[in-house]
């Protein structure tokens, strides 16, 4: 019997193939004899070949919230003396999640391997990211483990926050938009046609307002076949051109452009840089590892190559606050505490100061921008939708002008 695998190899490389076993758990027995670490296996369809070269491991889209409810519970069941396996296949056992159970068990294999807990997360790189990682190294090598992973889970879970506090504060006005475009589909696609019927009947001239929407409706209709698709393409590349680097950065460059969203964009950038590189430091992890990891954990390119240009200051012997100061990226209030907190080596303690004051501001300006947006999008469709009820009624007021007038 053929069985298709994904796996990590020695290297955290992901490996997909096929192998025969008689059954799931002799391909993973035959499989860790060849020092590949299996995270999901399955019966192969018909002729035994891969279902996908590049298949993603399961939990790849585990959500934070989970991973901080993992760091939690695995830091109360260390505290009170539980091994590290024991622990790890508690939570295993405890798990509902089909797709994250097959995450938790990957590791406690790992462990049961006589792998240390930081080496077990790294084969899951899918799942837990370079910070996460080396924070739980930095635990083990100072013995502090159940310390650390508390502030993982407060990290993980504040970054799961303000992401929530994010999309809840956009939804409704998302939500507005779209059901004020679907009212105008159906007027335009719908309404609008019965009332071209209407007026070649009566055979009245038209405004050119109305003129102009009676051949929008007229070309929705005739060539809805070639408009839907093309839009559907138009969306999808747009969607992986975002998704894209090159899309990535040009996206962060227009954001940081605009004149209110630019500031917002810098200082969940500044929020988010203080937060991992106070943790590192106050994991006593070295201040240019510090800066690398928190580097490879950021995706604002712009806030990338700012720490590359702090990481090269710090390898000269200059403080980081020389760079932070001069670039206009990171805002200037948070550089200049950064400044004060290497003057009196408490750096750390600034950065997560700096950290909560600035995710507390930018939650309520998001807020603020929320209510903002609501009337505006309102003002704006509300206005186009009204536009196009007057342009369909108007040549039935002035028939029945003209009717009264004679």
């Known amino acids: ?123 899951r790189s899918d799942v837990f990211d370079v910070v996460f990682v080396s924070l739980v190294a930095a635990g083990e090598s100072s013995g502090q483990l159940d310390v650390m992973l508390k502030r993982l889970a407060i990290l993980t879970r504040r970054a799961a926050q303000i992401r929530s506090n994010v999309i809840g504060a956009m939804a409704y006005p998302v939500l507005l938009t779209v059901i004020c475009l679907i009212v105008l589909g159906l007027m335009l696609g719908v309404v609008l046609p019965r009332f071209s019927g209407l007026f070649e009947t009566l055979d009245t001239p038209l405004p050119a307002t109305t003129k102009a929407l009676v051949v929008l409706s007229n070309i929705m209709l005739g060539y809805w076949y070639i408009i839907a698709p093309a839009f559907g393409v138009a969306v999808t590349a747009a969607v992986f051109w975002a998704k894209s680097e090159g899309g990535k950065r040009a996206v962060t460059d227009i954001l940081l452009s605009l004149p209110k969203v630019g500031q917002i964009v810098r200082s969940f950038g500044t929020a988010q840089t203080s937060r991992l590189l106070g943790t590192l430091l106050s994991a006593k992890v070295p201040m240019i590892e510090a800066i690398g990891l928190t580097r490879r954990a950021t995706k604002n390119h712009r806030f990338s190559e700012l720490l590359d240009q702090a990481e090269e200051s710090v390898v000269k012997g200059e403080p980081v606050s020389a760079v932070l100061v001069e670039n206009s990226v990171f805002l200037p209030s948070a550089a200049h505490a950064i400044r004060n907190g290497e003057q009196t080596g408490r750096l750390s303690e600034v950065l997560s100061h700096i950290a909560d004051y600035l995710d507390e501001e930018n939650q309520s300006t998001v807020k603020a921008l929320s209510s903002l947006l609501e009337p505006l999008i309102m003002l704006v469709l509300g206005g186009l939708v009204a536009f196009v009820a007057v342009s369909m009624f108007l040549p039935l007021f002035d028939l029945t002008a003209s009717a009264g007038g004679g």
Do not use: C, H
């Open 1 to 123: 019997m053929n069985f298709d695998y994904t796996a990590f190899d020695g290297a955290g490389e992901s490996v997909t193939g096929v192998i025969e076993a008689a059954s799931p758990d002799e391909g993973v027995e035959k499989l860790s004899r060849k020092g590949l670490f299996v995270v999901d296996i399955e019966e192969a369809n018909g002729a035994g070949k891969p279902k996908k070269a590049a298949k993603k491991a399961r939990g790849s889209n585990q959500s934070p919230k989970q991973i901080a409810l993992f760091a939690r519970e695995l830091s109360v069941l260390i505290t009170t003396g539980t091994p590290i396996a024991e622990a790890v296949a508690s939570l295993e056992n405890q798990s509902t999640n089909e797709d994250w159970k097959s995450v938790v068990a990957s590791v406690r294999r790992a462990l049961e391997e006589g792998e240390s807990l930081s080496a077990a997360l790294e084969r």
